[in-house]
């Protein structure tokens, strides 16, 4: 028998031990060994009692997730359990680490389950595109009542222990080492001749209004319909007997495993660990970084100041003066301030971040102990290569000198110092102590250890890190620009931001582009088209309702109006009447006829728009693979993960309908539309993107 589980006899209770590193996912060598073992335990004499436990990390993370939508091999996992609940013998689990998935339905197949208090248990499939589907639906509900596990279910989050000791998914809690507090836990049942307890037996609690409840889940998915699958589940429990209730639930598990939403989900869970492991950095160490600077403490350097104080760094903030400096200082309070609220540290943590962590200096000369600089001053390339000067001069040596420029050319602001090999971009998203992602922008010239540095702290900082190389706008303001271009050229030909907005939150954005725009402030728009213009590099369909909107005061949320009025609140918006009229001139001006778009037009133009110049970004080698750029959009821009990506949502729509398109588009604006080599390539040798991301 494989060593996957161990047996080994303890008194009267056999202890199976998993051992599958490094979450003890049960794949099909565990669920065969567990099945076994359980037949062995029941041929053993000596044994009265079976209990469960878990080596390494967890009990069990859940169903092995790189099985799925490959055949289905024996034992399942639902008829594993069920075989564990039938035993004679009485099964325990004693948990540690996580129990999630299909690993805390092997827990509510045991008769009784009790676990340290650092456990956590979960149903988290909805976040894979799927539901439960080894009896959790069936059987959490008749613990902890209907609505608690349609929660802990539908939200897929991580329950801690004495929760779930209160909403009765755990028996008991108790302090020490997994297995002695297990056998202890078993002894005490055995001693005082406690019953097998099968959940699948115990009485159904009261049924809820089922068709309210799905429609209520459905409507908060935002177009992801597998929480709302997990009302159906349950309420199937009510449909005839246990059994009744399994089939129906694998019915709605294997149904969804069919979908688009499931493969777009379990793309990103690989896709967002795979991103910054990166082959050049294998063995490469990072330089040890401690101590931080910012430079320029406005909304994006307090915001990389709090995210680096609630990563535990100590940071020097410099700024200007000292007025300039107290307002930073404000700006990082108020945000600390929030994480305290949200009970994301403790008082405490509080008081130490703005106590001995945080120096706020104006002097360059503070700086000359620091382990790395963030700069995240003004984006103007000189002023930029005076801080990175100042920088050369004051920093120790091995110092890693970063830029959070969000498209300047990081190669040229390296050569403003004498060590270009330090010198990387380190692009963070606004607020830079909230959003995910970071960008890694590795220069000409950045060392290999100065980009492991770069990784080592985004991991630091719980982010989303990925390499990019040096263009304007890297790999995410890059296809930004040009999907909202392509937004800005539907609006000149008929549709309103309106129509554009809903079409692209009815296919899943968090916002729609304008309704973005009004949020990040219609005047950093404004600006960068006033430079552009002065450049000589002015668009070839040049629109100017936008700076109307900005010479009248609209810079959007901040002001209170902009596409849309706010003067309901953030969350009410309706659109300004004052947009249409404006945007009507310059179609007048341009001696456009407006035509109708549908909104499924809408997202095919936009999302070819998005493709077209992620393929190019990736030919290019700015993203190293198709997955890098998925990653990209879904951190830093709202793009729905139960699509994956723009990149694996263009494998699922098939990559030669998307070429056509992009052609057909093609014969109204060729430059715009010029498809991309990569993607003809790939549509040429019968491939797609991901076959990429599994070579590079
Ligand atoms: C399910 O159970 C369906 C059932 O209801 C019904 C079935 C019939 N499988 O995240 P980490 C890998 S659906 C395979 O970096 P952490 C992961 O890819 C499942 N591999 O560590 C990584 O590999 P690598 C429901 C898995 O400490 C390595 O383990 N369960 C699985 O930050 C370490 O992971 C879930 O959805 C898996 N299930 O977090 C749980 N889990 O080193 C999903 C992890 O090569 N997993 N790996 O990159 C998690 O939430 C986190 O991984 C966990 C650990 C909290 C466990």
Known sequence: MSDVIGYERVGDVAVLTVRNPPVNALSQAVRQGLWDRMDQAEADAGARAVMIVGEGRAFFAGADIKEFGKPLLAPFLPDLIHRIEASPLLVVAAMHGVSLGGGLEVALGCHYRVAVPGARVGLPEVHLGLIPGAGGTQRLPRLTG??????????????GAQEALRLSILDAVEDGDPRTVGLAFVDGLLSRGAARRPVSALPLPEAIDWDAAFAATLAKGRGQISPAWCVRAVEAAYGGSFADGMQAERKIFMDLMETDQ???????????????????????????????????????????????????????????????????????????????????????????????????????????????????????MAVKKEVFARLDAVCKPGCVLASNTSYLDIDEIAQATSRPGDVLGLHFFSPAHVMKLLEVVVGAQSADDVVATGF?????????????????????????????????????????????????????????????????????????????????????????????????????????????????????????????????????????TPRDFAPEEIVRRYMAAMVNEAAKVVGEGIARRPLDVDMVLLFGYGFPRYRGGPLKWADMEGLPGLLDDIRRYAAEDVDFWAPAPLLEQLVAEGRCFDDLNKER
């Open 262 to 380: 499931r493969q777009g989900m379990i793309h990103a869970f690989f896709s967002e660990r795979a991103v910054s492991h990166l082959p050049e950095l294998k063995g490469v160490a990072p330089r040890d970084v401690a101590h931080i600077a910012v430079i320029g403490g406005g909304t994006m350097g307090a915001g990389i100041a709090t995210a680096a104080l609630l990563s535990g760094l100590r940071v020097h903030l410099l700024e200007m003066s000292a007025e300039a400096g107290a307002a930073a200082r404000g700006r990082i309070e108020a945000n600390l301030a929030g994480a305290l609220k949200r009970g994301k540290i403790s008082a405490d943590d509080h008081a130490a971040m703005l106590g001995d962590a945080l120096e706020i200096v104006t002097d360059y000369a503070a700086l000359a102990q620091v382990d790395l600089v963030i700069e995240a001053v003004f984006e103007d």
């Open 146 to 159: 209907v609505e608690p596990a349609l929660e802990v279910m539908t939200s897929g989050r991580h329950v």
């Open 456 to 592: 080592a702290l985004g991991q630091r900082m719980k982010k989303i890190s990925v390499r990019a190389g040096v263009c304007d706008g890297f790999i995410g303001n890059r296809i930004l620009a040009t999907y909202r271009t392509c937004a800005d050229h539907m609006i000149l030909d008929g549709a309103s931001p309106f129509e554009i907005d809903a079409a692209l939150e009815a296919f899943g954005f968090a916002m729609g582009p304008f309704a973005v725009a009004d949020l990040a402030g219609l005047d950093i728009g404004w600006a960068v088209r006033k430079r552009k213009r002065a450049e000589g590099q002015a668009p070839s369909r040049d629109a100017t309702y936008a700076d109307r909107l900005c010479e009248h005061g609209h810079f959007g949320q901040k002001t209170g109006r902009g596409y849309y009025d706010y003067a309901g609140g953030a969350r009410t918006r309706v659109p300004n009447p004052d947009v249409m009229p404006l945007i009507e001139a310059d179609r007048a001006r341009m001696g456009i």
